[in-house]
Structures are given as structure tokens and as C-alpha cells.
């Protein structure tokens, strides 16, 4: 396998996660609720995911399983911040604490177990194609579903009624409230949504990029996806590319490091926060249209008025 | 992410404080975690020591730890914690628990303190460190026969002396095989993210190198050896099950011995404040079994493994040669200790340059 092939490889693996668990969460903001739990939806989504393909020998289970997880805790925090109007932030945090802290529990026996790996596709003659084979059609099937996602919610925000009143809801809770639309399931749906693709994020680190489970795996990637969501102004295929962008610069910094050129590894090692946030702002440049993306009402609660 | 690591350990501490009410004439020894003891690696092969004592003494000694202890500020807090808790002997497992151990021990001269792979001693604070060393260069003199394309690729955490000291060990076995030996060096800035650890090994072996070797705390560099059909070595823990086609084998940390002792000190009223340096001849340090390599190169290492434990073979014997050709060391012996501790400078042989 030629270098080059090797390092495009490695950046689909390494970015797929951070976009699954950001597209999740972008729907979730764009409805209004800030939920900073998406690194401990990931954890408990990773371990659940392991645990489910370890006992029935079928990743794809895994997969399920860790969307479960991931929606069963999502459904959590819209319980708290939703219906019982809790602090999202405080509640967010909490979330993350709680996951990270449940999913060492669960796994603690899963600990020195190899796990089931998901398989990378192969279509035969189209994966054999030198170079763009294994690129194009020799990846898991998390990949095209982590791109089949963004595509679908770039649609259905912009395109469909649904994504109208979801905006909506976030926009501006009262007005939508006003014209009939229920704030409180869209947005139940919403982060429920969010905390499925947390888990599915989750169950790719278990299953996919490093198919072990290990306490604190997710190594802080669930935070990586809700910035990547801010600086993507909240615009789908912006926070797919931040996603790439952040993968393909960390992996490029690994690639330079052996050439001996003496540029600092923790440099390198800080790069791709830098280059995503200043690409990100960049191609924000347009302030009016950054503000019109930004839901207004996010984090803010809602009490529907009797 | 700071906050949220002191939250957790906050977190720990309270549900240690809710173990802790046992019958006092049990001796109680405690243990620091910086990593949580599920990371199959560092923190996981401290607890084995801690089990091991509980094994060994029965009702005698009541253990208790706390993991996830970030370093800095926070560890102080839960030194302390355990220090009021009863503790009577507290080892605190990270090099980054060094300041914390030393403040807190002031304030409890009674209570004894073991702070591992530090060099700040105190009248209760004793330091214990194991030579990692001496597995590398084993390591190296396999990856030396091994090898095809005489290229190991190397992933390493930060740029402290314990982590280029073996980066050295492990070049001077492999020279001590094939002169031409090239290793190549990326830094993940992390000691554990399976993530970023896979990353490197994948764009690694891209990059040439068929052997991967690893100075980060997770199994995910063997996996992907194992995934594309190269070879490896374990860290900290035997991690075979991994990558039974891949492990050539594992340097192994092994603190039960040292923690026994240490234990059985102060259980009989003879603990001292001491400087332990142990390695393959006290059993600190052991290389699991030799898989996966021909039946020469595997005698070759277990020949290795006999010659430092009886102090015929010392990996950095004199004169040792440093990157720009000066040499540090008398000639047929070995570096002093401190020396080792300070390294700052690769061998000659490593073609790359060393982060500041």
C-alpha cells in the first residue's frame, strides 16, 4: 500500500466519528437545545456497541445496540431540559460526567477483550481499482452512512416542511408555539436524534477505527464535534468539511513528523484545531448569513404559556 | 476538558470516601490512579499490584484507590483525601504526582508515601521506578532480525527522559543487529487515545515501516499491525489476545513483587524511605513470551534477557555515540544512573530531530 493511499484511508477513519457525532448534534441545536453531553453519549454508545457485538458475534447488532444507548440517554437529558426545563448546560455536562462514569461500569469486564471488528466493504472489480477502489468503495459502512446522514438532514432542514418547523422551533419557540407546532415533541425528536448518531459515533470508535473497548476511548472527540458544529455555522456540509478538514491535518501532522523536518510535534499536534477554526471562520466571513444560522433560541428554555 | 477531568475525580473521591469504613486495625494502603484502571495498560498493571497485595496479606490489609486523578492541583487534593482517610502507605503512580506527594507528605509525617518514577525523596517519600529500558533493547534486537524493510515505526507520548531513553535502548538493539536499522518517530502528544495511536501506526505503515512499537498505553497499534498483516510489540500489559499474529512481545510492567515488599515493610514496622530502580533481574520489568519470531531470534532473546539479569549486557554501555558524533560514557561500562534519568539526546542512527 503506497503512502499516499494509506494517509487518505487513515483520514476517512479518523474523521468519520467526528462527523457522525456533529450532524447528530447540529440537528439538535438547530431545534434549539444546546446538549453538551455528546462525549458521554459517545461513551456509553461505544461501550453498548462492544458489549452488543461481543456477545452476539455481529457488529451490525453492535451498531444497533449503540444507537440504543446513545438515544436512551439523549432521552434522558430531553426529559430534564425539555419537560422539566433544567439548565442545558449544567444538564449537558452532567450527561457527559454520567456517561463516561456509566460506560466504565458496564465495560469493566470488556476490559482485555479483543472485540468484533466491522469489516471494511469489498465490491468485487470496483474495490480492486488501483487507488480509488479501496477510497471509493472499499470503506465500512459507517462512512457512506455518516455522509448519507449529512446529506439527508442538508435536505430535510432546508428542503422539506419538517425542516422548517424544526428551524423554526429553534428560531424562535414562541412564535412556532404560537402557530400550532409542538416545541416540545420536535424537539424531543430532535435530541433524540442527536444522541442516536452520538451512539453510532460512539460504536465506530468500538467497532470500526479501534475495535477494543477501553474506559475513556472517546478521548474527548465528542467535544471536538460540538465546535466543529459552531464554527460550521451550523450549515450541514460546513461542519462535514470541518470534520475532514480537522482529520486530514491531524493526519498529515503524523505523516510530516518522520520526515526529520524538526517542526515541533506539539504544533503539529495543535494544528488541526487552528486550521478547522480559522477555515471555518473564514468561509463564515459573511456575518448576516452566520446570524441567520445561528438558532436563536438555542439553550434558551421553553415554558408554553397556558 | 480540564474541568471535566476534576469533576470526575472529584467525582472518585466521593465514592471513595463512601468505602471507607472498615475496621481500623487493618493496615491501609492506597493506591493513585492518573488513568482509570480499565485502560488495559499503565494504571490496569498498577492495580495488579494492588490485588496482589490484597491476595498476599488477606485480612491484614484493607486497600482503596482513586483513578482518573488528574495531575496537578486536584491530585494534592486526593493525596490528602487518602491521607486523612487512615491511609498509613499511599503510592501515587505518575510521574506528574511528584509536587502533590512531597506537600501532602509534609503535612502527615506519619503517613508513608511511594511516588513511582520520580526523583524528589522526602524522610516518608520513597521513589520507585522500574528500567523499561532493558525490554526495549530486547525489543530492538528483535525488530532488528525481523524486520524486512529494516524500518521500525515508533509512537511515542512526550518527549521526557524515561520515553527517549527507550527510543535509544531499543535503536542500540537494533543496531546491535542490523547497523543500517531506521526508525520512524511520530509523537501523539497523548499516553492514551486508541484513536490517534491508530492513526500513527496506519500512516506508519504506509510510510515503510512493517514493525510497530509503541509508547502509548493502548492495544490499538497492535490491532492495526495485526488488521494489515505486520508485526509488534505490547506495552505495559501482555496484549497478545490483540494480536496473536502480530505480538512478537510485550515489555510488561509487573509492580506485584515491589508492592508486596513495600507492603510487608510497613506491616512489620521497617519501612524506610528508599530509591528503587528495579528491572528484569528483580522482575519488575518482564518480556511476555516470544511469538511470532523463528526459533533462532527467539533464543537470541531469551540469550538477551539472561545476559541483563545477571549484569553481563547493559544497554547503554560506553562509549555511547550521540546524534552529532560526540560520545557520552567510559568505554565498556555502563552509563551512570543519573545520566539515564537526565537523557536528553538521541543515539546516532536516528535520523530525526528531537522536540524541545
Known amino acids: ?306 | 476538558m480540564n474541568k471535566m477531568m476534576m469533576a470526575t475525580a472529584a467525582f472518585a473521591l466521593a465514592l471513595g470516601i463512601g468505602a471507607a469504613s472498615a475496621a481500623a486495625d487493618k493496615l491501609k494502603a492506597c493506591w493513585v490512579y492518573t488513568g482509570p484502571i480499565g485502560d488495559f495498560g499503565y494504571s490496569f498493571q498498577h492495580d495488579q499490584g494492588r490485588k496482589a497485595v490484597e491476595k498476599e496479606f488477606g485480612d491484614k490489609v484493607e486497600t482503596k484507590y482513586l483513578e482518573n486523578v488528574a495531575e496537578g492541583p486536584d491530585a494534592e487534593r486526593a493525596i490528602e483525601r487518602l491521607a486523612r482517610d487512615g491511609c498509613k502507605i499511599i503510592f501515587t503512580t505518575s510521574f506528574g504526582f511528584m509536587d502533590a506527594t512531597i506537600k501532602v507528605a509534609k503535612k502527615f509525617p506519619k503517613v508513608h508515601f511511594e511516588h513511582a518514577t520520580g526523583y524528589k525523596r522526602a524522610k516518608n517519600v520513597a521513589t520507585y521506578n522500574a528500567r523499561f529500558y532493558e525490554g526495549r533493547y530486547v525489543m530492538g534486537e528483535i525488530a532488528g532480525k525481523m524486520s524486512k524493510t529494516g524500518t521500525a515505526g515508533y509512537i511515542v507520548s512526550f518527549p521526557i527522559p524515561e520515553v527517549i531513553m527507550g527510543i535509544n535502548s531499543f535503536m542500540l538493539g537494533a543496531q546491535s543487529v542490523n547497523p543500517n536499522f531506521k526508525i520512524k518517530i511520530v509523537w501523539v502528544n497523548s499516553w492514551y487515545d486508541p484513536g490517534k495511536e491508530a492513526d500513527a501506526a496506519k500512516v506508519l505503515f504506509g510510510q515503510g515501516a512493517d514493525i510497530i512499537v509503541q509508547h502509548t498505553d493502548s492495544t490499538a497499534p497492535l490491532q492495526v499491525a495485526q488488521d494489515q498483516g505486520k508485526l509488534g510489540f505490547g506495552q505495559s500489559s501482555d496484549m497478545i489476545k490483540f494480536a496473536p499474529k502480530a505480538q512478537l512481545t510485550a515489555n510488561t510492567d509487573n509492580w506485584n513483587p515491589y508492592y508486596i515488599s513495600r507492603v510487608k515493610a510497613e506491616l512489620d514496622g521497617v519501612w524506610k524511605s528508599d530509591d528503587t530502580w528495579g528491572g528484569m533481574k528483580e522482575g519488575m520489568v518482564v518480556l511476555s513470551p516470544f511469538t511470532n519470531v523463528p526459533d533462532d531470534v527467539k533464543k537470541m532473546a531469551e540469550d538477551s534477557v539472561a545476559k541483563i539479569k545477571s549484569g553481563e549486557l547493559h544497554p547503554f554501555t560506553g562509549p555511547i555515540t550521540k546524534q552529532d558524533g560526540s560520545t557520552v560514557g567510559e568505554a565498556g561500562k555502563s552509563l551512570p544512573d543519573e545520566e539515564l534519568l537526565g537523557m536528553a539526546y538521541y543515539v546516532k542512527g536516528i535520523d530525526d530531530k528531537l522536540p524541545q
Not at chain 1, 487513515?10 to 447540529?26: D, K, N, R, V
Not at chain 1, 430531553?78 to 426545563?85: E, G, I, N, S, Y
Not at chain 1, 430535510?156 to 412564535?175: C, E, T, Y
Open chain 1, 1 to 306: 500500500m503506497s503512502e499516499l493511499l494509506a494517509i487518505v484511508l487513515t483520514i476517512i477513519t479518523a474523521s468519520t466519528p467526528l462527523l457522525l457525532a456533529a450532524i447528530g448534534e447540529l440537528v439538535v441545536e438547530r431545534s434549539g437545545v444546546l446538549n453538551l453531553g455528546v462525549e458521554g453519549m459517545m461513551a456509553i454508545g461505544a461501550v453498548c456497541g462492544f458489549g452488543a457485538a461481543l456477545a452476539s458475534g455481529s457488529p451490525y447488532l453492535g451498531i444497533l445496540a449503540a444507537m440504543a444507548a446513545g438515544a436512551a440517554l439523549s432521552l434522558l437529558f430531553a426529559f430534564l431540559t425539555v419537560t422539566l426545563v433544567s439548565n442545558q448546560v449544567a444538564t449537558g455536562l452532567a450527561l457527559t460526567l454520567l456517561g463516561l462514569g456509566l460506560s466504565g461500569l458496564i465495560g469493566e469486564s470488556f476490559v482485555g477483550q479483543p472485540g468484533v471488528k466491522l469489516e471494511r466493504l469489498h465490491i468485487p472489480g470496483l474495490s480492486d481499482i488501483p487507488y480509488l477502489g479501496p477510497i471509493l468503495f472499499g470503506q465500512d459502512l459507517l462512512v457512506y452512512a455518516a455522509l448519507a446522514i449529512t446529506a439527508a438532514v442538508a435536505y430535510l432542514l432546508f428542503r422539506s416542511k419538517l425542516g422548517l418547523v424544526i428551524r423554526a422551533v429553534g428560531d424562535s419557540h414562541q412564535s412556532a408555539h404560537a402557530l400550532g407546532y409542538g416545541v416540545i415533541p420536535v424537539r424531543y425528536a430532535c435530541v433524540v436524534f442527536g444522541g442516536t448518531c452520538a451512539g453510532l459515533a460512539g460504536g465506530y470508535l468500538s467497532l470500526a477505527y479501534t475495535p477494543q473497548w477501553i474506559e475513556n476511548m472517546t478521548a474527548g472527540r465528542g467535544w471536538i464535534a460540538l465546535a466543529l458544529v459552531v464554527f460550521g455555522s451550523w450549515l450541514p456540509w460546513r461542519v462535514a468539511l470541518g470534520a475532514y478538514l480537522f482529520g486530514t491535518v491531524m493526519i498529515l501532522g503524523f505523516a510530516v513528523q518522520t520526515k526529520g523536518l524538526g517542526i515541533p510535534p506539539q504544533f503539529l499536534s495543535s494544528l488541526p484545531y487552528l486550521v478547522t477554526i480559522i477555515a471555518l471562520v473564514v468561509i463564515s466571513g459573511n456575518r448576516a448569513l452566520t446570524r441567520a444560522n445561528t438558532p436563536a433560541c438555542l439553550g434558551q428554555p421553553f415554558v408554553p404559556d397556558r
